[in-house]
């Protein structure tokens, strides 16, 4: 169970298009998701918190109108990256809050490669 | 974001040794930690989490130890395994929901 499925696992664009990923939780609802970003060989960082239902909450430093984030339901969260550089090309992972039994957790996508040319 | 950093970015160990990775955090309030592993290519994987009120946890061949005085915590592993062969993050959480990664830990498992 607590399985978070994100799509598109891999995705090349060309500059100043934008491009959409989106973060499932499959068999449980989440109220709340988060987006991240890792660059090679480093740690992942905190973009914002998406609460379904209401508007993102975004870290220093990170532009909301640049990384578009939607929590339209409780099983589905999108983060939009428009007018991408090269830049923003990064990995892109989501997780999601699951309280699944005995296990309090925060499960994650497998991620999504982002390569801007 | 809090900061959350791991006295050593690489550790090599054989295989079959004991493996201990470490963690220091900076939040005196935070509650909450995970240890995550990430395979290349991949998103983190829950591996054990342990509450601020509790000093030890033991998993399946995974011991999680945690000391508030110096806010410490580390990631025991038995018997690594190359499968083991990983980078590993210990993930704090503060009040809220969002958890903050540390710098990560590249372990190399030799056969």
């Known amino acids: 169970g607590a399985v978070v499925s994100q799509h598109p696992s891999w995705v090349i664009c060309k500059s100043g298009t934008s491009v959409k990923i989106e973060c499932r939780s499959l068999d449980f609802q989440a109220t709340t998701m988060f987006w991240y970003r890792q660059f090679p060989k480093q740690s992942l960082m905190l973009m914002a918190t998406s609460n379904e239902g209401s508007k993102a909450t975004y870290e220093q430093g990170v532009e909301k109108d640049k990384f578009l984030i939607n929590h339209a339901s409780l099983t589905l969260s999108t983060l939009t990256v428009t007018s991408a550089h090269p830049e923003d090309s990064s990995f892109y992972i989501c997780?999601?809050?699951?309280?699944?039994?005995?296990?309090?957790?925060?499960?994650f996508g497998s991620g999504t490669r982002l390569t801007v040319v | 974001g809090e900061s959350v950093g791991l006295h050593l970015p690489t550790l090599s160990v054989q295989e079959g040794d004991n493996s201990i990775i470490n963690c220091a955090y900076s939040n005196s309030a935070s509650d909450y930690f995970i240890w995550y592993k990430q395979e290349s290519g991949k998103g983190p994987q829950f591996i054990i989490d342990?509450?601020?009120?509790?000093d030890k946890r033991q998993g399946q061949r995974v011991t999680v130890l945690l000391n508030k005085t110096v806010k410490h915590l580390s990631l025991q592993i038995a018997a690594t395994q190359p499968g083991d062969s990983a980078v590993y993050f210990c993930a704090e959480k503060t009040g809220g929901n969002q958890f903050y990664f540390g710098t990560g830990t590249s372990l190399t498992v030799i056969p």
């Open positions: 997780s999601a809050r699951t309280s699944t039994g005995k296990f309090y957790g925060y499960t």
């Open positions: 342990i509450r601020s009120n509790m």
